[in-house]
């Protein structure tokens, strides 16, 4: 015989000792007498002496009021929080994109192209090399080579990383279409014939206004709390011990020779635009050169702005007002460092000289900063 439960139990958030009813749905051959009718809303019920007790579906109505009541309008973003936003939006774009939305996006970056050699705008964040964390520019460039080939089914095109260009940096990059074009840029990249020209913006203005430095370059641990390796100096000379003069010192055998040449273009609110010319490809050569050398870093590098710890990268309070920022949003801060021109040598063809347009947040800093332009390379 199928009949009707009522099942009790305890806990009413709303009285603490009453009993509360749980109502079981009746089976569809189940009879109720009038006096088994029960109040549907257990709001609607209240036991002796106690306060009304509420359904799940009382609740669920109370949570839907709550969403449909019109929340109060969030404040207003300052300019600062605006600007911590996009400097961090930008900082996480493309890195994580389908390797397809990559190739559509350095395919209209192409800024030059020719039988041998193909030169694209490198965005910022992205690597060249492969990396498991995020999606480099190795390997999209079959996708990117079928693009530039009209996405033929049958092609034997492709592209080859040549000159690489680190995460952090924008600018030109060169890619290859051959083996051949491989070797044979390296082999005028050896005997300097291929001249890189970058633009960085530095905290501190570089005396002499212009010249060379020329410094080898060693990998060394970091010890302290946080163990970590960074590229540091390794000078050929020292002060003596009158400390009127220097003294030649063996040189280290696990240092790279390592030479910059640097000129200020313009300078203003303690900072500098400074173009760089490497001479030399040791691993982050210009961002220590400028950083232990010339006492300048290269604005946005958290990595060689300290030698003994790893931190965000400390601005004078001059330059933060004038960027918009605040110290603790600084880690949001690209590094300014950008491939702005490459001249190549051709054998049958006259040589190309490419110039790549700075990018946007490059651009903003320079205004924010009012450092100008060479008037006659303006990037407008």
Same mark, same amino acid.
């Given at each position: 015989?199928?009949? %009707? ?5 305890? &806990? ?17 051959? %189940? ?14 019920? $209240? ?16 949570? /839907? ?12 973003? *300052? ?13 996480? /774009? ?10 559509? #996006?350095?395919?209209? *970056? ?15 964040? =992205? ?12 390997? =999209? ?18 592209? !080859? ?24 840029? !390296? ?5 300097? /014939? +291929?001249?890189?020209?970058?633009? =960085?913006? $530095?905290?501190? =203005? ?15 641990? +970091? ?28 040189? #280290? ?6 030479? $910059? ?5 313009? *300078?203003?609110?303690? %900072? ?23 006492? %300048? ?26 960027? &918009? ?17 490459? $001249? ?19 651009? /903003? ?16």
């Amino acid at each position: 015989m199928n009949s %009707c439960r009522r099942i009790a139990g305890t &806990g009413d958030w709303t009285s603490g000792l009453n009993t509360v009813f749980f109502r079981v749905k009746p089976r569809t051959n %189940c009879r109720q007498g009038p006096e088994a009718a029960r109040p549907h809303s257990r709001s609607q019920a $209240t036991a002796a002496g106690g306060k009304p007790r509420l359904t799940a579906m009382d609740l669920a109505r109370k949570v /839907q009021q709550e969403k449909a009541t019109p929340q109060p309008a969030e404040a207003p973003m *300052s300019k600062q929080q605006r600007r911590v936003m996009e400097l961090k939006r930008f900082s996480q /774009q493309l890195q994580n994109v389908h390797p397809n939305v990559l190739a559509k #996006h350095l395919h209209k *970056s192409v800024l030059y192209q020719d039988k041998d050699v193909v030169v694209i705008n490198k965005p910022y964040g =992205v690597p060249v090399q492969d990396d498991p964390r995020v999606t480099s520019i190795s390997s =999209v460039l079959p996708v990117l080579s079928k693009m530039m080939d009209g996405m033929k089914v049958r092609s034997d095109s492709q592209l !080859l990383p040549c000159l690489g260009l680190e995460k952090e940096t924008t600018g030109v990059l060169l890619l290859a279409r051959s083996e051949e074009a491989v070797e044979h840029i !390296l082999n005028q990249h050896r005997n300097n /014939q +291929v001249q890189r020209k970058y633009w =960085v913006i $530095t905290v501190g =203005v570089p005396v002499p206004s212009e010249g060379v430095i020329d410094i080898p370059i060693i990998e060394r641990e +970091v010890t302290g709390p946080r163990p970590h390796y960074k590229m540091a100096l390794s000078p050929l000379y020292r002060m003596n011990d009158a400390g009127d003069g220097v003294t030649k010192v063996r040189a #280290h055998r696990q240092a790279h020779p390592a030479v $910059t040449k640097y000129r200020v273009l313009d *300078s203003s609110s303690g %900072c500098s635009l400074v173009e760089l010319q490497p001479f030399t490809g040791v691993k982050h050569q210009m961002r220590v050169h400028m950083a232990f050398a010339l006492a %300048c870093p290269i604005l946005g590098d958290h990595k060689y702005s300290h030698w003994s710890k790893l931190a965000p990268q400390k601005l004078p309070e001059s330059v933060l007002g004038k960027l &918009g920022l605040e110290q603790s949003k600084i880690r949001y801060l690209p590094l300014h460092l950008h491939a702005r021109q490459l $001249t190549l040598p051709g054998p049958s063809r006259p040589d190309m000289d490419v110039f790549c347009p700075l990018p946007k947040y490059f651009t /903003q800093t320079l205004k924010r900063l009012y450092l100008n332009l060479p008037e006659d390379k303006d990037d407008k």
